[in-house]
Structures are given as structure tokens and as C-alpha cells.
């Protein structure tokens, strides 16, 4: 069964996106270090327990690319990581790598990674955005 919402101009929000979740704990994320190695793109960052009882998160990474001469979607899914059961106050180090032949977009005629600054967004959902970098490619 699908819920949906219109908000006021008309635009359909599903009332549960992409990767939602509920949990009975709270997550915090931080550190964002993003960096290219070779042909693959490396997304580092920290995700805390900051709830009262043990928990695990699904991090998801997304990435915007440039709109310069082909048509994209807003964000797209390229990574996600499940953590393992953190307790309460406790960290864990997270690393999503991305090829950077996986950020190709198909002209017509051919696969191309277009030049310009990518956003990676790193969240809990589609919708909950929690890190956001970018990088020159």
C-alpha cells in the first residue's frame, strides 16, 4: 500500500521515501571527508548513537550531478553501509567508495562522466540529508 501527499503546490510526497526507516534510537553523523584515489571516489565519515538504547544505522550516500548538457535526476543512490550494533554514546568510521565510472550518464551515444562539481550527500533517507560535499571532477 502506498501513501501519498500533496503539499501546497501540487507536487506529489510520498509520506514515506526512499530508504525510511524507524528506529529506536538516534544517529548522528559527522567528520564528512570526501577524496579522490585513482578512478573511485572515497566518502568518510562518522556515525554516532546519540539515543538511550543500542542501535544500528543504514547510511545512504547520494550524489548530485552537474546539469551541464545532459538531463539528470536530483540525487542518486551510489552507496549505503550498515553499521554494526552501536551502543549507546558509541562511534563507528564509515567508508562508501564510488567508482567514478559509476557517475557516468549516457549522452545518445555513449557513457560519459561530465566535468564539473558533484555533491555527495550522505543521510539516514532520500529525504534526510545529514553530510553534504563536493568535488571537481
Known amino acids: 500500500m502506498y501513501i ?19 528506529s529506536y534510537t538516534k544517529f ?5 571527508n570526501l577524496y579522490k584515489d ?3 571516489i572515497v566518502v568518510c565519515f ?22 551541464v548538457k545532459i538531463d539528470k535526476p536530483y540525487q542518486e543512490l551510489k552507496g549505503f553501509f550498515k553499521t554494526d ?6 562511534m563507528q568510521k564509515v567508508k562508501i567508495t564510488v567508482q567514478i565510472s559509476d557517475l557516468a550518464s549516457f549522452d545518445g551515444e555513449k557513457w560519459v562522466v561530465e566535468e564539473g562539481i ?4 550522505v543521510g539516514a533517507s ?3 540529508i545529514r553530510l553534504k560535499g563536493t568535488l571537481n571532477l
Open 85 to 90: 550494533t552501536l551502543a549507546p554514546g558509541e
Open 28 to 32: 548522528e553523523y559527522s567528520n564528512l
Open 126 to 128: 532520500s529525504r534526510d
Open 38 to 40: 585513482g578512478s573511485s
Open 4 to 22: 501519498f501527499i500533496f503539499d501546497f503546490l501540487f507536487i506529489l510526497i510520498l509520506t514515506f521515501t526512499f530508504g525510511f526507516g524507524l
Open 118 to 121: 558533484y555533491e555527495f550527500r
Open 46 to 67: 562518522d556515525v554516532k548513537n546519540v539515543g538511550n538504547v543500542p542501535g544500528k544505522e543504514i547510511t545512504q550516500l547520494y550524489v548530485r550531478a552537474p546539469r
